[in-house]
């Protein structure tokens, strides 16, 4: 029953070691999958067509109650364009090369974000049918960023600054409903690209 | 005071003996550094075929095969042979007992570490064992 104290050090150290060797293995297919600079620099890409649209189509924010369909079909499309070019990016490839395209974390990580995007759309919807479309572009901003910082608990530590980063646009649109299209253009549109971007490098060695 | 430090010594006593069940529970099938890599893609990406795994993990195609062959015949993976665009093809899947054995050697080397909560603070935020919770 005796065991000397380096000894009980070096079983932790290799217990460790290798929790950390199979941690990267597993959650190599979903870091490959989820973090893509190029699709991040694509959705913010759409993002900002879509807020130029936006903008076209009700000229002021205070406008679109009266053009509720067109708004809703236009970010429809926004989210469509933006999944569909992910899956084409980085989804195909990583799949083309035996990678799944929802590993277990990625699962998990779904998961996690489902209940802020639900709420969100669910939102999306509400102020739709109650005419108050201007106040959803801050509930996106805090939707999307508590999703971004619900995933964030299985990623990088810049996840969390992403879904931060959102919170706060969210909380300043808040306060300035306004600006609602501007504060989307800033953080769906530049904040994307940016952080695709800053991460590209990184995430595209995988 | 006393009882205090006695309560704090049993405590270390019963999770060293844990420890040391532990290390002797440990697989040594799944120990060994390139099987554990095996296991841990399989059960990560769900099913592989003999290229990809040879890619995905940077092994010789012989060295491979011996792992395979070895986790095979544990019956911790299983193999299907098909013939795609004319060529043989084998792909490779971790088994309920295989996937199994990986869960009792993760907690394993979780007693080891003292992690109980399913939080791994020590490394990167979250717990291995947690992974393998979800369902196939």
């Known amino acids: 029953m005796a065991v000397s104290e380096p000894t009980q050090h070096k079983w932790e150290a290799e217990a460790q070691e290798n929790l950390r060797f199979i941690r990267e293995l597993m959650d190599r297919p979903t870091r490959h999958s989820t973090f893509s600079g190029l699709s991040g620099v694509v959705a913010g890409c759409t993002a900002l067509a879509g807020c130029a649209l936006t903008y076209r189509i009700t000229l002021v924010d205070a406008e679109i109650r009266r053009s509720g369909f067109q708004f809703v079909i236009v970010w429809a499309a926004v989210v469509f364009i933006a999944l569909i070019a992910d899956f084409l990016i980085t989804k195909r490839p990583a799949a083309r090369v035996g990678k799944v395209l929802l590993s277990r974390l990625g699962h998990q990580m779904f998961l996690a974000a489902v209940p802020a995007l639900f709420t969100g759309g669910l939102l999306t919807l509400f102020f739709w049918q109650h005419q108050l479309l201007p106040w959803i572009y801050p509930v996106w901003m805090l939707t999307y960023g508590c999703a971004v910082c619900s995933v964030a608990a299985f990623s990088p530590a810049h996840v969390r600054l992403l879904g931060c980063a959102f919170l706060a646009f969210g909380v300043v649109a808040l306060v300035m409903p306004r600006y609602g299209l501007l504060f989307t253009a800033l953080s769906f549109g530049l904040g994307h690209i940016t952080y695709g971007i800053l991460v590209s490098p990184g995430a595209d060695e995988e | ?136």
């Open chain 2, 1 to 136: 005071m006393m009882e205090h430090e006695t309560e704090m010594g049993e405590t270390g006593a019963s999770e060293l003996a844990a420890a040391l069940t532990a290390v002797g529970s440990l697989d040594e099938v799944i120990h060994q550094k390139v099987r554990l890599a095996l296991m841990s893609t399989l059960i990560s990406v769900g099913e592989s075929d003999f290229t990809q795994l040879r890619d995905l993990i940077s092994l010789s195609d012989g060295n491979l095969s011996t792992h395979l062959a070895l986790l095979e015949d544990r019956g911790y993976v299983v193999s299907t042979k098909s013939v795609v665009k004319r060529k043989p093809k084998t792909r490779y899947k971790a088994t309920v007992v295989g996937r199994e054995a990986f869960r009792e050697y993760v907690r394993n080397l979780e007693i080891i570490l003292g992690i109980a909560s399913g939080v791994d603070e020590r490394t990167t935020g979250y717990s291995v064992i947690s992974l393998l919770e979800v369902p196939t």
